[in-house]
């Protein structure tokens, strides 16, 4: 049986779902894809090969292994997309969600089934229909919840729009003991560097009381501000427009002390290391022509201390 536990961002890792890229295909049709980057490199011919791919991931899994961490990989499905994992399902506390996504995307969740099936099944709760959430949004920290999503108006208009408020809502629901907070984000279906697709696409914790944000990505000023006041300003690491382009704050935490970015990312690099943290690159780049990053591939199960 796999134990679930996850009330925040960086305690230490112990099991992880990390996505795949194995029989990702070929190059999807302009038509087809569903984020504003990966339409920019397939319009460019610079839509990421799947052997490139599969070699960053590779080199992901070693830095994880290398700390002790358990990782688990999805079954493949020949010419499906299984990379980020993160978005079809996600932990809290010791439940496991199953959301409603992209139906688009909606064989993925078979190639993680032989995990779900070890889990006592009281822990996995299912979204009900009408209530859409995608992993990148939601981001449980200490007693509070912080959940991207987009109100109807947002949400009927952008296909990058994943969370909706019955998601929001259903969360409130499920977790009464936690402040659920939603923050709106800014959406663009054409231009990726107006467009937070996920919330971890423009903010996440790090550390014990820290974080990554891009103040650009919020919709309200107000919610920006709110997370300003929740952490201190002297506690934030601000990114530029081009660096959340560049997926900056989509790192990933194995311990609070212990941080996995893009190998490309000096400048962060340079200001974790100055403020004590261990920074683990890897070659993340081609990956994030897909609008993710290492956030978005890996899917917590089990982060100790956390009960």
Same mark, same amino acid.
């Given at each position: 049986?796999i134990?679930?536990?996850?009330?925040?961002?960086?305690?230490?890792?112990?099991?992880?779902?990390?996505? %795949?890229?194995?029989?990702?295909?070929?190059? /999807?049709?302009?038509?087809?894809?569903?984020?504003?980057?990966?339409?920019?490199? &397939?319009?460019?011919? %610079?839509?990421?090969?799947?052997?490139?791919?599969?070699?960053?991931?590779?080199?992901?899994?070693?830095?994880?292994?290398?700390?002790?961490?358990?990782?688990?990989?999805?079954?493949?499905? /020949?010419?499906?997309?299984? #990379?980020?994992?993160?978005?079809?399902?996600?932990?809290?506390?010791?439940?496991?969600?199953?959301?409603? &996504? =992209?139906?688009?995307?909606?064989?993925?969740?078979?190639? &993680?089934?032989?995990? #779900?099936?070890?889990?006592?099944?009281?822990?996995?709760?299912?979204?009900?229909?009408?209530?859409?959430?995608?992993?990148?949004?939601?981001?449980?920290?200490?007693?509070?919840?912080?959940?991207?999503?987009?109100?109807?108006?947002?949400?009927?208009?952008y @296909?990058?729009?994943? %969370?909706?408020r019955?998601?929001?809502?259903?969360?409130?629901?499920?977790?009464?003991?936690?402040?659920?907070?939603?923050?709106q984000?800014?959406?663009?279906?054409?231009?990726?560097?107006?467009?937070?697709?996920?919330?971890?696409?423009?903010?996440?914790?790090?550390? %014990?009381?820290?974080?990554? @944000?891009?103040?650009?990505?919020?919709?309200?000023?107000?919610d920006?501000?709110? =997370?300003?006041?929740?952490?201190?300003?002297?506690?934030?690491?601000?990114?530029?427009?081009?660096?959340?382009?560049?997926?900056?704050s989509?790192?990933?935490?194995?311990? /609070?002390?212990?941080?996995?970015?893009?190998?490309?990312?000096d400048? =962060?690099?340079?200001?974790?290391?100055?403020?004590?943290?261990?920074?683990?690159?890897?070659?993340?780049a081609?990956?994030?022509?897909?609008?993710g =990053?290492?956030?978005?591939?890996?899917? /917590?199960?089990?982060?100790?201390?956390?009960?």
């Amino acid at each position: 049986m796999i134990k679930l536990s996850v009330v925040d961002e960086t305690s230490p890792l112990e099991a992880v779902i990390l996505g %795949t890229a194995q029989g990702v295909g070929d190059v /999807p049709k302009l038509e087809d894809a569903y984020d504003p980057k990966s339409k920019e490199h &397939i319009a460019a011919g %610079t839509y990421p090969k799947e052997k490139d791919m599969v070699q960053e991931m590779d080199a992901f899994a070693k830095v994880l292994e290398k700390h002790g961490v358990k990782v688990y990989r999805p079954e493949i499905i /020949p010419d499906y997309n299984q #990379i980020f994992s993160r978005d079809i399902g996600f932990v809290i506390d010791d439940k496991f969600i199953k959301p409603r &996504i =992209l139906k688009d995307r909606d064989e993925e969740i078979q190639g &993680i089934q032989y995990v #779900i099936d070890q889990m006592d099944p009281a822990q996995v709760l299912q979204m009900p229909e009408g209530a859409h959430a995608e992993g990148g949004d939601v981001m449980p920290w200490k007693d509070h919840l912080f959940v991207g999503y987009s109100e109807a108006e947002d949400y009927e208009k952008y @296909i990058v729009a994943r %969370t909706n408020r019955a998601g929001l809502e259903f969360l409130q629901e499920q977790f009464p003991n936690k402040k659920v907070k939603g923050f709106q984000l800014n959406k663009s279906d054409d231009n990726a560097k107006e467009n937070a697709l996920h919330l971890d696409c423009c903010f996440q914790p790090i550390g %014990t009381n820290m974080a990554i @944000i891009y103040k650009g990505g919020f919709k309200y000023e107000e919610d920006y501000n709110y =997370l300003v006041n929740y952490f201190g300003e002297e506690n934030l690491i601000h990114i530029t427009k081009d660096e959340m382009y560049e997926m900056n704050s989509n790192v990933f935490s194995i311990s /609070p002390n212990v941080v996995v970015l893009e190998q490309g990312f000096d400048r =962060l690099a340079k200001i974790l290391e100055d403020k004590g943290f261990t920074v683990e690159r890897v070659p993340y780049a081609e990956i994030s022509k897909m609008e993710g =990053l290492l956030r978005c591939s890996t899917l /917590p199960l089990h982060r100790k201390n956390s009960n």
